[in-house]
């Protein structure tokens, strides 16, 4: 069987995928029988799905869905909450998106008769898995598991003395089934953990409970953002170096080495 992997993350939208299902012919209507418009902040207003016109080669597909987030659809943690501010969103269309999101996932669970609004990894993309999950049987696994075992990391993880790691912005949100939290599992408790980030917003007391040992942004003083990019291979060598040299001295290693002679 043919596969799509589907890569998901960074969406501008909070529309449950129903964009995507829309392209793929899925028509979501309105009491009236109506099709809704774009976007999710109509979804509150769904009454039925039409799958007639669902492109059948998208049933005869295996659908992966690769996210790096476990938040639900909907609620406190879900798709309009935590990210739809992100994206602009006030606290009403946080309310309307949220009541949407919510309303997608009752018909859905009506013609499935499964409700996965509180399902972890639903709220990903502005709550794409949920439709995709629903109407094609999609798979939905976390990306950062997927290439953890493509490279084989567990394996190099547990010869480690250090393991380095990072993304853009380390906040609450890492620690969620993003890379850095995926890293912090598969690495042996004794291993310290340091991640290398553009900011860190992560608290003293979260840090300390997240199992990561210590948290550093490349940022060397005020820089504006396209200043951090023309800089960035530079300051991540100078904050990975100061990094490696906590570890302690070994014979044979050059105390006074350079960046560039002590790193790849």
């Known amino acids: 069987m043919a596969e799509i992997l589907l890569c998901i993350?960074?969406?501008?939208?909070?529309?449950?995928?129903?964009?995507?299902?829309?392209?793929l012919g899925v028509r979501f209507l309105a009491a009236d029988g109506s099709e809704l418009p774009d976007g999710g902040g109509r979804l509150d207003e769904l009454s039925s799905l039409d799958l007639d016109r669902l492109d059948p080669r998208a049933r005869s597909v295996r659908w992966r869905v690769a996210c790096d987030v476990t938040n639900p659809l909907v609620g406190p943690q879900g798709a309009a909450a935590v990210f739809g501010p992100q994206k602009g969103a006030d606290p009403e269309d946080v309310r309307v998106l949220d009541a949407g999101l919510d309303r997608l996932a009752e018909v859905l669970a009506k013609s499935t008769g499964e409700d996965?609004?509180?399902?972890?990894?639903?709220?990903?993309?502005?709550?794409?898995p949920v439709t995709l999950t629903a109407l094609l049987g999609a798979e939905v696994l976390p990306g950062s598991r997927m290439v953890?075992?493509?490279?084989?990391?567990?394996?190099?993880?547990?010869r480690a003395d250090l393991v380095l790691t990072g993304e853009g912005r380390f906040d609450s949100q890492s620690l969620g089934g993003k890379v850095v939290d995926a890293v912090r599992r598969l690495t042996p408790e004794n291993v310290?953990?340091?991640v290398i980030a553009g900011s860190v917003s992560v608290g003293p007391d979260e840090l300390r409970r997240s199992g990561i040992t210590a948290a550093f942004s490349i940022a060397q003083g005020p820089r504006t953002l396209a200043e951090m990019r023309d800089e960035a291979v530079s300051a991540i060598t100078w904050t990975a170096f100061n990094c490696c040299r906590i570890l302690p001295h070994r014979p044979g290693r050059p105390d006074s080495a350079s960046p560039k002679e002590q790193l790849p």
Do not use: N
Request: aromatic share 0%; no cysteine.
């Open 148 to 158: 953890a075992e493509v490279l084989g990391a567990e394996e190099l993880l547990s």
């Open 116 to 128: 996965l609004r509180h399902v972890p990894g639903m709220g990903a993309a502005g709550g794409m």
């Open 9 to 23: 993350g960074g969406s501008a939208s909070t529309d449950g995928g129903t964009g995507m299902l829309s392209a």
């Open 192 to 194: 310290p953990v340091v």
